[in-house]
């Protein structure tokens, strides 16, 4: 067992650190829990006593208004979860069924799920280990190693695929360097869309993430910075893109005041209004989440600044994050180490977690296409997310 003595001095300083920041918890801490001391109760009952809740009402519209001011989006069009937002964003950039969809390696499934589910394969690529995001650099080298350039587009010259579409996922918050990654995407000729599931409130060089690409998917999920129970939106300054977007997720119905008449087989994805009703009331309390996060990310940073093993990812240069979760790097990188710090920290009710598994280990996407994977190889084993509730920095 040589891992165990280092083991257990990483394990016995994270928990001072957490006592210190955070503890101790009372019974367990959950790694975040959503928090509703807005107008909640008087929107969602407003909402019931209109009897609007399904999926037309003053809300949602309201809730597309509010997204669309925040994050100065020309466009927000609210849907069901952020895997029907990205799959829809998918679809209206173009990914056809047979195209290939670059997505960073290191995401929660759902980035791989939504290329799946327009019938596209993802193709995996590495991370930046600053940003935890995709790294240009590496992408840059990998593209020009495997594909082709036609008239068709840009083609995998292994898999004979469309490479459709690059999808950038700003990881716990922390924005991607965005510049390189656009001007790549640019050569080629290949629409990005942005996964902002994780980064309502955070911001690239003062514009809000999400607002880059040509679409960007938002989550609204319980655990995410502000939530409507499920929800998503998708983001554009595009007008057309945005027309489409609200009716591909509105099965297509042409508007008459009694015909049924739908022009294309599309979604039933849209937000109800009952969801959107807690959304509203959580976009109120956003900036003050914000403020409390940060404070939270602070007294960590400040905390862990003095142990060896282990460092706290604080938000890349130029950026602002919104410290989703905040999140430690263990220097010396090692699942099994990770895992016994998980159990120690676990033991003591603080419900830390790790990174997800990397996408291209999951069975249904093994034999995915994939670059070199060495940083989020190592990201994998080293990265742990602390308890990061907003009401933590009270
Ligand atoms: C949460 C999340 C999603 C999907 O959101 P749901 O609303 O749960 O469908 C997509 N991508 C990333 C990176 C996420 O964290």
Redesign the pocket.
């Known amino acids: 067992m040589p891992h165990l003595p280092a083991t257990d001095s990483i394990s016995a300083a994270l928990l001072d650190v957490l006592d210190q920041v955070v503890g101790p918890p009372d019974g367990v801490m959950p790694l975040h829990e959503p928090e509703f001391g807005g107008q909640e109760h008087s929107f969602v009952r407003a909402c019931i006593d209109s009897t609007f809740v399904s999926s037309v009402g003053k809300f949602v519209d309201d809730f597309e208004l509010r997204l669309a001011s925040y994050t100065g989006a020309a466009y927000a069009v609210a849907v069901v979860?952020?895997?029907?937002?990205?799959q829809v964003a998918l679809r209206l950039i173009g990914v056809e069924p047979g195209d290939e969809v670059i997505v960073p390696a290191l995401?929660?499934v759902?980035?791989a799920n939504?290329v799946s589910q327009c019938g596209a394969v993802p193709h995996f690529v590495d991370s930046d280990p600053v940003t935890m995001g995709m790294a240009a650099a590496p992408l840059a080298a990998h593209l020009e190693e495997t594909v082709e350039v036609s008239s068709q587009g840009v083609c995998n010259r292994v898999t004979g695929r469309r490479i459709a579409a690059i999808v950038p996922?700003h990881?716990f918050g922390h924005p991607v360097d965005l510049d390189p990654l656009l001007a790549l995407a640019e050569h080629y000729g290949i629409p990005v869309v942005e996964?902002a599931?994780?980064s309502l409130g955070s911001t690239y060089h003062g514009r809000h993430a999400g607002t880059f690409g040509q679409v960007a998917?938002l989550?609204?999920?319980g655990?995410?910075i502000i939530t409507t129970g499920?929800?998503?939106a998708i983001l554009t300054n595009d007008a057309e893109l945005a027309k489409r977007a609200k009716h591909l997720t509105t099965t297509a119905k042409l508007p008459h005041r009694w015909a049924f008449v739908h022009d294309e087989v599309a979604w039933n994805y849209r937000l109800p209004n009952l969801n959107a009703a807690l959304g509203c009331a959580q976009m109120e309390q956003l900036p003050d989440f914000l403020e409390r996060k940060r404070t939270l990310a602070a007294r960590y940073q400040q905390a862990l600044s003095g142990l060896g093993e282990v460092r706290f990812m604080p938000e890349p240069a130029g950026s602002r994050s919104n410290y989703w979760l905040n999140t430690v790097e263990l220097l010396q990188p090692d699942i099994g180490a990770r895992d016994r710090v998980l159990a120690a920290l676990h033991e003591r009710g603080y419900l830390a977690r790790p990174v997800w598994t990397l996408l291209n280990e999951l069975p249904m996407y093994r034999d995915c296409p994939r670059a070199a994977l060495d940083v989020a190889e190592r990201l994998q084993a080293g990265l742990l997310n602390l308890p990061s509730s907003p009401k933590l920095a009270r």
């Open positions: 979860n952020g895997t029907a937002a990205l995401s929660f759902a980035t939504a996922m990881t996964d599931a994780e998917a989550s609204f999920n655990n995410k499920g929800g998503g």
